[in-house]
């Protein structure tokens, strides 16, 4: 039977996926995001690196459906088959150039392949038509799609600062509903990637509240304060919270809280 541990399974996927040409082709985008998120996520937990048989396979499904949905131009698929796709790209390292002892001393997961440019420049495409949907379409991706971006652009070395600033000033506004993992996952990323927009910084800072502070997993306040000592992001009023240098009643009160 099919059912059994994934060194079996995701092999069986591999296969079928590529003993007919037209079988892929009557795979919903969501099927496609699903099988291509689930073998992530499969990965992503089990301990060490894939290898052999189940590297190989999981790299030949992360080809078809990368390539399905450059195909497609991303025709039909919602934001988050859009996300889960270049999530999993990018958890499973696709077209990451790295060594073996690298990649053992790594928390991250690296698919080794036998064509390390093309997959980088098929990751690439896939992502670039993802990213252009979201630009297209800001206000239909939720907040842990948006973070989730910027984890990717990040993870994959994937710049694009112009829907870096519109994740950031998306997110900072307070019609967005945002956790905790979207502040310190999106401000990670910002950081990681380079992105110097101080006031965006701030602003999503702003929104971190002492309930959701409270509740927050350790790394999801750490990346918050790595990014902006990362990033440099003083705040702009940093006497008012001095009192050894002026008196209270000469000291500057923000007018507007996102700027502190």
Known sequence: GILGPEEKFIPFVADL??????FLSIFKPQELSNTIWGIATILSKRPGQPTGALNDAALK???????QLVERKGDRFKSQEMTNTAWA????????????????????????SDDLES??????????????????????????ELNNLCW??????????????MIATELSTP????????????????????????????????????????????????????????ADVAAKY???FDTT??????????SNPQED
Request: proline share 5%; with cysteine; charged share 30%.
């Open 245 to 254: 240098i002026l008196a209270a009643d000469q000291r500057r009160t923000p």
């Open 17 to 22: 996926m590529q003993s007919d040409p037209g």
């Open 152 to 165: 990717v652009m990040a993870r994959l070395d994937l710049k694009d600062d112009e829907l870096m600033e």
């Open 175 to 230: 019609r967005r509903k945002v956790s905790s993992q979207d502040l310190g996952t999106t401000l990670w990323g910002m950081a990681s990637s380079e992105f110097h927009h101080p006031d965006l910084y701030r602003a999503l800072a702003s929104r971190w509240t002492p309930e959701m502070a409270r509740a927050a997993k350790p790394q999801e306040l750490s990346n918050s304060v790595w990014a902006l000592a990362t």
């Open 61 to 67: 499904i992360c080809r078809y459906v990368s390539h």
């Open 119 to 144: 997959d980088a420049e098929l990751a690439k495409k896939t992502i670039q038509i993802v990213f252009e949907d979201a630009k297209s379409n800001i206000r239909r991706y939720r907040p842990q």
């Open 89 to 112: 790209l990018a958890t499973l390292g696709v077209g990451i150039p790295i060594d073996v002892e690298q990649a053992e001393r790594s928390d991250y997961k690296f698919l080794s």
């Open 238 to 240: 940093a006497d008012v």
